[in-house]
């Protein structure tokens, strides 16, 4: 009876971490949060988890702006991602999400560690022109991240070319470099207008379309037909 009591107690923690992140992810990226729903339905969560850590990790250099506080917030997600992934329990939705995933997997070990040090490089850095290489690696690296995760076993060479040219759309959005852009985005479209429907999502999150409540019916039936 205690057993039973036990399992349906963790099922509960589960949907309501489940709920959680969602919630958050709607809240501060309600694009990503629905593009989520272009991935099979037993991938969801795990692309999900992923998109709140990126999230997490934007705010902390969003709110801060001392290197000193930045690094010790970057190496508490280090350590307690890596904790969670051996076994260690905490209170928090996202690294209880990560060991029932995730648990014992050195490899997602390996790659969340480094997605947050990636991140932490980019963010610690002030030259202009390398924050922007480095902010570009890491979100090659998050990319590549998904592309595991989500089982995707090959990308055509065409579709290839075209999300490396949308990763560098994103980088010079990020750094406000319009024409630069704008060349990119155009490029990356030449290369791949329709992708496939396995690596929809990858060009979903570093396209130009940006879901939102008043035309999401619009937006999604054009993303139907898997233009991005």
């Known amino acids: ?36 729903y272009f991935v099979k339905s037993d991938l969801r969560l795990k692309l999900l988890s992923i998109i709140y850590i990126d999230i997490e990790l934007n ?33 928090v939705p996202i690294l209880r999400i990560l060991n029932n995933l995730f648990y014992e997997d050195k490899i997602i070990k390996l790659r969340i560690l480094n997605l947050i040090q990636f991140f932490q490089v ?31 076993k090959t990308i055509d060479n065409r579709a290839y070319k075209a999300l490396n040219y949308a990763l560098l759309y994103k980088t010079y959005e990020k750094f406000n470099k319009n024409k630069e852009k704008n060349i990119c985005l155009k490029k990356s479209k030449l290369y791949c207008k329709r992708p496939s429907s396995n690596v929809l999502i990858l060009f979903l999150l570093n396209s ?18 898997r233009y991005w």
């Open 1 to 36: 009876m205690e057993e039973t009591f036990v399992r349906s107690l963790k099922q509960i923690n589960k949907y309501s971490d489940e709920l959680t992140i969602e919630k958050e992810i709607k809240l501060n990226c309600y694009h990503s949060y629905i593009s989520s």
């Open 59 to 91: 705010k902390i250099l969003k709110l801060n702006t001392e290197n000193n506080i930045l690094i010790v917030k970057f190496e508490w997600w280090k350590v307690s991602c890596q904790e969670s992934l051996v076994g260690k329990p905490f209170a």
């Open 122 to 152: 980019y963010a610690l850095e002030k030259n202009t022109r390398y924050k922007m290489k480095y902010y570009h690696r890491y979100i090659k690296y998050k990319n590549d991240f998904l592309i595991y995760i989500l089982d995707i």
């Open 208 to 225: 130009k379309l940006n879901f939102n409540k008043l035309l999401l019916l619009k937006q999604i039936f054009y993303v139907k037909f």
